[in-house]
């Protein structure tokens, strides 16, 4: 293996950067032909799952395809089996690819949803242990973003995997270049230096994060919290009297649901503050009168109800 000229870590980075800008790239036309095709309302409901759908469409067009994706073009290198000179099967290089896009996603979104099926149901029937497991649950995705932190440290320091789908498949690069070796690659301690740094930072993130649970576990606070949900349990009616009613003013007009962070346009409609963002993305203009809008121009409405 030591004869084969394998990617260095300039190549894999420069060739995973410019396919990302094309997935942006193939995003911004899909987003805008949902709009046009199904309408803003159609778009609103389906605008969280389109940056997977792109993904998903190049790398069929590329890499289950057998060809090079235009990263890996544009810097010249070649997918392979691990440790064999051949390109990887089929199944691998699907695995890797559902692996890569929607592993993330997955995760956090099952995460979202059990979240909100514990506080919307009665599971569980004592408020406290509810809580506590609304504590926790985040843990599973905090963890999924350690492993990447990891993998992105490992990345750094050995110069290989990119992708941490492809780590997990053995997939590898390989430069047809000539003279291009992993020796020759004298950025490589430029970025192991990152790589320590970022080491660094992580270690000193899960210290910190330690010493603030072992200070939460001995705070007695979570006590009196619990009595004061009990109170508001045995006299229910009382406190659902209290909660105000949505009101119809008081939804999104791109998400249809209670406004958070209200953002104000210059036309005077109000929307959650991502969702018009995420509009402005794609076009310059007020999703309902259509009249021009700057992304610089709308205002955040504090403690506004």
């Known amino acids: 293996m030591s004869s084969v000229m394998m ?4 190549q894999l980075m420069r060739s995973g950067q410019r396919d990302e800008e094309y997935m942006s790239r193939l995003n911004e036309e899909l987003n805008q032909l949902i709009q046009y095709w199904f309408g803003v309302r159609h778009w609103v409901q389906w605008r969280h799952h389109l940056p997977q759908l792109s993904q998903l469409i190049y790398y069929l067009m590329t890499t289950l395809s057998g060809l090079q994706t235009l990263g890996e073009e544009y810097v010249n290198i070649v997918q392979i089996d691990g440790n064999k000179i051949a390109v990887p099967k089929l199944l691998k290089r699907f695995v890797t690819i559902i692996g890569q896009i929607y592993c993330p ?6 995460v979202s949803k059990i979240s909100d099926y ?4 009665d599971i569980v029937s004592n408020t406290y242990n509810r809580q506590q497991l609304l504590k926790y649950l985040p843990i599973v ?5 350690l492993i990447q932190r990891v993998h992105t440290i490992l990345f750094y320091l050995t110069g290989s995997y990119y992708y ?10 390989i430069s ?13 301690t430029i970025y192991k230096i990152v790589g320590y740094l970022t080491l660094s930072q992580l270690l ?27 109170n508001c349990k045995t006299t229910s009616s009382d406190c659902q009297s209290r909660e105000p009613l949505l009101n119809v003013s008081h939804r999104c007009s791109l998400c249809l649901e209670k406004r958070d962070q209200t953002t ?3 036309c005077g409609h109000l929307f959650c503050w991502k969702c018009i963002t995420e509009w402005l993305q794609l076009k310059n203009e007020c999703p309902l009168c259509r009249q021009p809008l700057e992304p610089s121009r709308i205002v955040l409405l504090n403690n506004y109800y």
Request: charged letters at 20%; glycine letters at 4%; aromatic letters at 6%.
């Open 264 to 266: 104000a346009t210059t």
């Open 7 to 10: 990617a260095t870590i300039g």
């Open 204 to 230: 000193v993130s899960l210290l910190l994060k330690y010493q603030s649970y072992k200070n939460s576990s001995i705070n007695p606070s979570d006590k009196s919290s619990d009595e004061t949900d009990n």
């Open 164 to 173: 941490l789908s492809k780590r997990v498949t053995n997939i590898r690069y």
């Open 118 to 121: 514990i506080q919307n149901n």
């Open 176 to 188: 047809p270049n000539i003279g291009v070796t992993a020796g020759t690659d004298s950025s490589h």
């Open 141 to 145: 995705e905090e963890s999924c973003q």
């Open 105 to 110: 996603f997955l995760i956090s979104t099952i």
